[in-house]
């Protein structure tokens, strides 16, 4: 079957911005799940295609771009969020309370409060189970914002039973004068302990529900693609069996993550997995839903001063050593480099970048497309260094929202801020850009992530002239091929996707919108095609 779809803008690719036409063709021949053509009017390719009979498909003069892939993503992590209740708009402890009790008198039957988007600040970075326990006597977890510290109530502490356990290597419980947990468990012991916890306890059908809505809403975001990147047993089980049930309107390629240990041999057994994963799931076998590679998570954040910097931080003066150390990347970065996998390093302090950098360019396989997540606050001279390694920058542009960065110049100083989220440095010097969300960190959608990294100002906040270092901006047409072909590109999935182009998966979306940055707040996804389907339509209430 041959469609023709005209009267619209065409997008490209970036390298034709300075054409005539701007980035943009006239029309789009589609057969069955592939583009056959791209070109202009009139054409005769296109004329012919419907003298033969090929149906016609009128875009009303909207953009037509290709199917948006999240560059970083977390998608069980983000079906539960939306499950949960969402403190991200409490300014106050008085806030939460309010809001918990109010959701817990609703649904008395729930074993369980959990809850995500509370930020530090709002409770003056305070984190004890004593302010939560008289709000509700259920367990109640509450993710931070970031995702890399839990907010437990006694309850919840005493179901993981942490009070007798150790620090788990590169996170901590911690614990009050008497040496019992106080409420706030951080980093590796939020993602060892908590994740897996709410994920075991959540039956197995309510985990399908999850991803089931999860992929929902970013097929209504113009989304034909995902990398997760915390892949573990139980997503993966469910997003398998999910996979069993029903034709998926996306493709995922998963990151399996590596949890730190003192023991090497245990380190690397995580990494076997991960390797038999991708034996049986790869490009070659299972491109809808395949193991591309291994998670590393080698520091913080900046808001939680866990973040490793090579300078201590302004508000406190500590100086935040990495989570993991090149001694322990080596040996698992070089494992499974040479199985085939891509190897994606956490490194959002200047230090676990300079770590990550050093480490990939020792032992990362060229051409293997390496990456390095977030790079928030990357030192000049590292920056630099990206392009001549080969190593993928994958970034996520709503994290450069004025509107939560409130608290940095006060972390890390004003001279320190003005090097942060550096996206048009990086590309300058020759690397490679995948934008992402880091959904349920930030919202996944991708017209308010695109605006941020165009305009460096807040899609939190529109009304605010507030910027994050303007120098960085990116254009349009660059920020939305790094959105679409740069993604693809990072997870090897530029082989059929990513670009319209002839001879690729027919994955597109459909956009009303005006082709300036400005605008792109109003500008709204109004259909979906995956393989040449639709599968999602504004206009058509059934999606």
Known sequence: MTTVYRNGRFFVGEAESQTPNGPFSACMVVTNDLIEHIGGEPDLIVTQAIEN???????QGRVVIP????????????????????????????????????????????????????????????????????IDERPMFIDAKDLHSTWCNTAALNELDVESMEDPIGGKIHRDEQGRPSGLL??????????PHVARVTPLEDRIKALREAGRIYTHAGYTGMVEMAMDENAWAGLQLLRSRESLPFRVAAHWLISPSDDENVTLKQVDRAIELHEKFNADTSPALRITGIKIICDGVVDACTAALTQPYSSNGVSCSPLWTPKMLAPVVQKADSAGLQCALH??????????????????????????EHLELTSPEDAKRLGKAGITASVQPVHSDPAILRAWPKLLGETRCKRAFAY????????????????????????????????????REPESLATTNEQYALPLATALAA???????????????????????????????????EDLLK?????????????????????
């Not at 009979?53 to 875009?59: E, I, N, P, T, Y």
């Not at 074993?111 to 509370?118: A, E, V, Y």
């Not at 959002?348 to 497309?369: M, W």
């Open 53 to 59: 009979g090929a149906s016609v498909s009128d875009m």
């Open 67 to 134: 199917g948006f892939i999240d560059g970083h993503m977390h998608f069980l992590l983000l079906g539960l969020a939306l499950r949960k209740i969402d403190l991200g708009t409490c300014k106050n402890m008085d806030d939460i309370s309010a809001k918990i009790k109010s959701y817990a008198k609703a649904n008395p039957s729930l074993p369980r409060i959990l809850c995500h988007g509370w930020e530090q600040p709002t409770t003056n970075g305070m984190a004890l189970a004593s302010m939560l326990d008289p």
């Open 186 to 195: 951080s980093e590796a012991a939020a993602v060892t302990l908590v994740w």
């Open 347 to 372: 490194a959002i302090g200047d230090a676990a970048i300079k770590n990550a950098i050093d480490v990939l360019e020792s032992f990362g396989t060229p051409g293997r497309r390496h990456r390095i």
């Open 424 to 459: 048009k440095k990086f590309l300058d010097e020759g690397a490679v850009l995948a934008l992402g969300s880091d959904a349920p960190t930030a919202p996944h959608a991708p017209l308010s992530n695109l605006y941020c990294a165009t305009t460096r100002r807040s899609a």
């Open 483 to 517: 959105a679409t072909e740069g993604a693809a590109y990072s997870c090897f999935a530029d082989a059929w996707t990513g670009r319209l182009r002839p001879g690729l998966k027919a994955d597109f979306a459909v956009v009303d919108m005006s082709w300036t940055s």
């Open 523 to 543: 500008a709204q996804v109004c259909q979906t095609w995956f393989e040449g389907k639709k599968v999602y339509d504004c206009d058509d209430k059934s999606h």
